[in-house]
């Protein structure tokens, strides 16, 4: 008998209307036979500030929503309206996804798993010896976390707040042995002995536009992963190719970040090949309604 179950979650962030999880959840929910709908929770289409999100979280809960994922800027701001958390998130200290179950709110994080799987299918035979990364805000905290399990010998980072990126560093050396992560001042004095770029911040977003770093930085013994994906080929994608980098665009996260929240949400196992050839579909319709 097929399971026809309702379930409603939704995703609460920022400048979100492009976002392409919403189409892989309904499509994925639907594959399991699953009444599944993802609602945009947009503050800045809904004209709200950052000190919306305690009730835009009440609001869901009491509409019924199994859960909800959280985007920038709201990944750790979230923390201190959920009742528990996962052990992921708890050593991350960023939350992506958020349950609702009898009555708790259970955070979980599912970007760490998501950039790891992505890197392992997209760069398998990138040279890790040393990266700098970009941005130590939530997105930033999980992908530090997974370059680290990627074994890339030394993680740089780097953000406009350096008591963020020392903090980062701090938890990463405390967690995978000393002399692991260091905290930067400037990309300048990091990318050129690094094998490659990490990008965690939105530059990139339609509404963050242009790139994190200076063009003449990149050489083509780089490699440059993007974990913005909305354009799937951002600026810092495009200059990085046409100097001869391996480039990574954000969506491989994207798909496997929603592939962990999805089996959060539904409690059935999704099929990644499935959920990444429908992102790869959206966006090539996306591009030719460009066109």
């Not at 979650?9 to 392409?20: E, R």
């Not at 992560?181 to 004095?189: G, I, M, Q, R």
């Not at 690094?194 to 790139?211: F, K, N, R, S």
């Amino acid at each position: 008998m097929t399971d026809t179950r309702s379930l409603k979650v939704g995703l609460i962030g920022a400048d979100i209307q492009l976002s392409k999880t919403p189409a892989m959840h309904m499509r994925e929910g639907a594959a399991h036979g699953l009444d599944y709908s993802y609602e945009f929770i947009d503050i800045n289409a809904r004209n709200l500030t950052e000190s919306a999100l305690p009730a835009l979280l009440d609001e869901v809960e009491a509409r019924g929503f199994a859960g909800v994922n959280v985007t920038h800027p709201f990944k750790q701001m979230v923390i201190a309206h959920l009742d528990d958390l996962s052990d992921d998130a708890r050593m991350l200290g960023a939350v992506n996804t958020v349950v609702f179950r009898d009555g708790k709110r259970i955070g979980h994080n599912t970007d760490w798993y998501g950039f790891y799987e992505s890197f392992k299918r997209g760069l398998p035979d990138a040279k890790r010896n040393r990266a700098l990364l970009i941005g130590a805000g939530g997105a930033g905290v999980a992908v530090a976390h997974a370059a680290l399990k990627l074994e890339i010998g030394r993680l740089d980072i780097y953000d406009q707040n350096s008591i963020r990126a020392a903090q980062l560093a701090a938890q990463l050396n405390a967690r995978f042995g000393e002399n692991r992560a260091f905290a930067v001042d400037s990309p300048e004095n990091s990318l050129p002995h690094a094998d490659g770029l990490i990008h965690a911040t939105p530059v990139g977003m339609p509404a963050h536009p242009g790139m994190p770093v200076q063009a003449d930085l990149l050489e083509a013994r780089h490699w440059v992963a993007d974990i913005v994906y909305m354009p799937l080929v951002t600026a810092l994608l495009e200059t990085g190719a046409t100097k001869g980098c391996s480039i990574l665009p954000g969506g491989g996260m994207a798909v496997f970040q929603a592939v962990g929240a999805f089996r959060l949400f539904s409690g059935k196992e999704p099929n990644p090949e499935r959920m990444s050839a429908h992102f790869t579909e959206l966006c090539e319709s996306e591009s030719e309604s460009v066109e």
